[in-house]
């Protein structure tokens, strides 16, 4: 008989099994990525998404209190005196009209999922206490990711709260906001910075992981995955467990798309839901490899049998070129994500669609969510600038339900933020016209005053 729960390459001509004790980020036998694979037969399964309603009266409880492992009879892979949560997940579904309208939506279609309310300020805690949980299972002691800044800070945070590893961090040269960073380095992570963008790093922390025996807790460790895959449940949950017509995310490493469409493949082979909601992946215009793959060279998950030759092709390309990904987004700032094949998945089951946006049309996209008193990092704001473009392609109907996810809190690069909204325009052009940004079009600039009360005055009489 074999075990409930495996580990599972995602490659149907291969399909090799492994135990959840094994500590592998890829099949031994293919080298394809891996799924958390549940029989679910064998587990308990509740028979309605609404018996998760009565945890929120056992919130006193740790495991009911997390917002991943309330839903831990989705993600049975760990007994519960293994589970590690610092209550992450306390996250919110907000309807949004101000940004609806700039959507082009209509009133109450628009739902924003922020999940800036993490105890490190990103969506990386719902993977990160799943990955520490596995961790723990394994016996680890150091755990270690490649970052552009949010899985970082996520990793150091957990491993300060839980002592229960030791961890290191890859960041590329200049590559990671200081909002981030800060976090890092006040949790007390090893911090090592190579010469190199997040591709390098990822890299050099997947040959450092194998060769010293580190556990590696980026998304593609399978682990991760499930964690994010709850992000989906709260989002339902507030939704009184209907689903929406679609869900837009900002694609980086792609691991948040490949774990929603997991969530509601899982779901509806569960008899939960009757149907999955569309996914709507969105590139930043300065780091689209994903776009560039599946909207211009036609690139598919095909049921697993899809051609990889395109991909290597353009990798090829983005070497000989010596192509690095560049935008103001930085969290989603990769070139090589290395979830392609799971998103790919993710697509297909979810008929999504992919698109890019530029840096203005993300920023123009943030300054919406900020008014609206939702502050967001940049990469997050890139789900709300596709969904408008969606929106005036009509792809997306002005009626129909828009779960736009914000994966970051406003702090977290507070540069661009205030570079957006500043009076001086040298710093404005240091920070964002570089980035081929022209115009801020939602400023909220400061209003310079004499120190006088009389003209203090005016100013608020004039201005307020």
């Known amino acids: 008989m074999t075990d409930p729960v495996l580990q599972r390459c995602i490659s149907p001509g291969c399909a090799a099994g492994y135990s959840v004790d094994e500590v592998i980020t890829s099949c031994k036998a293919c080298g394809s990525l891996l799924d958390v694979e549940y029989d679910w037969g064998r587990c308990a399964v509740p028979k309605s998404l609404r018996s998760f309603e009565e945890k929120w009266s056992r919130r006193f409880e740790p495991l009911c209190l997390s917002g991943v492992w309330r839903f831990r009879e989705l993600l049975p892979f760990a007994p519960a005196e293994k589970i590690v949560t610092i209550g992450e997940g306390q996250t919110l579904l907000q309807t949004a009209d101000g940004v609806a309208k700039y959507i082009g939506l209509n009133s ?8 800036g309310l993490n105890p490190s300020g990103s969506f990386k805690d719902n993977g990160m206490s799943a990955a520490f ?45 200081y909002g981030k960073l800060s976090q890092a380095l006040d949790y007390g992570a090893l911090t090592v910075q190579i010469a190199g963008d997040f591709d390098d790093a990822m890299a050099r922390v997947q040959e450092v992981s194998k060769s010293l025996g580190i556990y590696l807790v980026n998304s593609i460790n399978p682990f991760r995955l499930e964690g994010q895959k709850t992000i989906m449940y709260r989002v339902l949950e507030a939704l009184r467990w209907q689903v929406p017509e679609w869900i837009v995310v900002p694609g980086g490493n792609l691991g948040n798309s490949s774990a929603f469409g997991k969530a509601f493949f899982e779901l509806k082979q569960l008899g939960l839901i009757d149907r999955l ?3 709507a992946v969105i ?33 090829g390309q983005l070497d000989r070129d010596g192509h690095r990904a560049s935008t103001i987004a930085s969290a989603i700032e990769i070139n090589r994500p290395v979830n392609l094949a799971k998103c790919l998945r993710a697509l297909e089951w979810c008929d999504g669609v992919v698109r890019e946006a530029t840096d203005q049309e993300i920023l123009d996209a943030k300054a919406q969510v900020g ?28 009626d129909e339900r828009v779960v736009c996810i914000l994966t970051g809190h406003q702090l977290k690069d507070p540069t661009a933020t205030v570079a957006y909204h500043t009076t001086d325009q040298e710093k404005f052009n240091e920070v964002l016209g570089s980035r081929g940004v022209k115009r801020a079009a939602f400023a909220n600039r400061a ?5 006088e009360l009389d003209e203090i005055i005016k100013a608020i009489q004039l201005y307020g």
């Open 283 to 315: 590139n930043a215009a300065g780091a689209n490899t994903l776009h560039e793959l599946y909207q211009k060279r036609g690139v598919r998950w095909g049921g697993g049998k899809g051609s990889t030759q395109p991909v290597i092709q353009y990798y």
């Open 371 to 398: 008014a609206g008193g939702l502050g967001c990092e940049p990469a997050s704001a890139a789900s709300v600038a596709g969904a408008k473009k969606l929106v005036s392609e009509g792809v997306i109907g002005r």
């Open 133 to 177: 949980t596995h961790g723990r299972m394994t016996g680890a002691k150091r755990a270690a990711c490649a970052s552009t800044g949010n899985t970082s800070a996520s990793l150091a945070l957990y491993c300060a709260v839980s002592k229960l590893m030791r961890g290191i961090i890859f960041i590329g040269s200049g590559r990671i906001s």
């Open 108 to 115: 109450g279609r628009c739902f924003l999922q922020y999940e």
């Open 277 to 279: 909601p569309r996914l």
């Open 447 to 451: 209003v310079a005053v004499p120190n």
